[in-house]
């Protein structure tokens, strides 16, 4: 049955209340309400693959099930989030890390390269991050250092002078926020939620990766849960530019790899905007690749969103149903949970779409 709330659920807002799903705020995923929703109406079989995982709300809300998980993505932060939220910690090991750092006097030690980025800091507060991101890599176990790096990473969009609007920054003058307590105070809270939270023993598996090309083990996999990029082109390289320039010296240009790049004019035949036309190309081969690795029967959960353009707006869960059916999936339902207006100009309204989620099953080999 169809959830009263899943409107909000397809959004990660009621993740901002829910322990470890909180460590990073992303504004693009969805909550753990509706990976637990989707997993008990439509039985859903571990292992559960997303290979859109963003900050890790499928895995962890796996793990909290007792499920195995397996995760992907093309991007290092999403990586690097979905990780740190889905191992199993010694909260001893990141107590003792966290009184040594507390001692510690920030003082400057040297500069990020990237100069562009340093102007969106009050200078003391990036030496600050600097010097802490220094002795965050001394820390030799892999797991406390890759907690401590998420804390820093949060801190640092905390205390930015910027703010993520759709898909860009906007300057937005802060006051100079204490850098150290921020951070440790975050890794405080994270070390709580460790603490007071029963967390079954097992760990997804999460690594970097293209949807587009990334074919897991033949039948390999019990049932898909995930969101792509929706068609209305969030860049995600624009939105996390700061947080990729920084800490995994990603260059703007270098992740162009994500689904759908530039294109402009309309398809001759079809009449949609090219840009569409080529994400809905790289969603055929995602599509195609997440038939190859799910198991007979198994069932595919997708939630995705149309897209805003300046004068028109397409829908794309119909066309993506199509492209599923085409791949060889069975069509089982669309549930549209929402519809969102399209603006231009942050004033003109041009219409709405839907978000809608998919519900596909690989048939049974006869
Ligand atoms: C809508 S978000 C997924 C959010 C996720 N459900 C959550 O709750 O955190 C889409 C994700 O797809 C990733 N992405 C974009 N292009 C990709 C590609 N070609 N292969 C894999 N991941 C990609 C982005 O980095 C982003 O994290």
């Keep these: 049955m169809k959830p009263k709330n899943l409107r909000d659920l397809v959004t990660f807002v009621p993740n901002k209340a829910e322990p470890i799903h909180n460590w990073l705020y992303f504004k693009e995923g969805f909550s753990r309400g509706l990976v637990e929703w989707a997993v008990r109406e439509f039985q859903l079989q571990e292992p559960i693959c997303d290979p859109f995982c963003g900050v890790g709300t499928t895995l962890l809300a796996a793990k909290q099930m007792g499920m195995q998980s397996i995760g992907f993505d093309v991007s290092p932060l999403a990586v690097l989030a979905s990780e740190v939220k889905t191992r199993n910690y010694d909260p001893r090991a990141i107590e003792t890390t966290l009184k040594a750092f507390h001692k510690m006097q920030p003082r400057e030690v040297g500069k990020f390269q990237n100069k562009k980025i340093r102007r969106l800091f009050h200078a003391k507060q990036l030496d600050d991050i ?8 001394e820390i030799e176990d892999a797991k406390t250092r890759n907690l401590f790096l998420l804390a820093l990473i949060d801190t640092t969009g905390r205390v930015a002078n910027v703010v993520k609007v759709g898909g860009s920054l906007r300057k937005q003058k802060k006051p100079c926020f204490p850098v150290k307590k921020l951070f440790l105070g975050k890794v405080k809270k994270m070390m709580l939620d460790l603490q007071n939270t029963q967390l079954p023993n097992v760990e997804s598996q999460v690594f970097e990766a293209d949807a587009r090309i990334t074919k897991l083990g033949k039948d390999s996999v019990g049932s898909v849960i995930t969101s792509p990029p929706y068609l209305n082109k969030i860049e995600y390289t624009k939105v996390y530019k700061m947080e990729l320039g920084l800490f995994f010296q990603v260059q703007e240009t270098k992740l162009r790899a994500y689904i759908a790049d530039e294109a402009t004019g309309k398809d001759r035949e079809t009449e949609i905007p090219l840009i569409a036309k080529a994400y809905f190309d790289d969603m055929h081969r995602v599509l195609q690749n997440v038939f190859h690795y799910l198991k007979p029967g198994g069932k595919a959960v997708i939630v995705v969103g149309g897209g805003c353009f300046p004068y028109e707006t397409v829908e794309s869960d119909d066309i993506l149903l199509r492209e599923a059916e085409k791949v060889g ?33 690989k048939p049974e080999e006869r």
């Design 130 to 137: 600097y010097f802490f991101y220094k002795k965050v890599q």
């Design 329 to 361: 999936f069975k069509k089982i339902d669309k549930i549209v949970a929402r519809h969102v207006q399209c603006m231009r100009n942050r004033t003109i309204k041009v219409g709405t779409v839907r978000e809608s989620i998919l519900l596909l099953e």
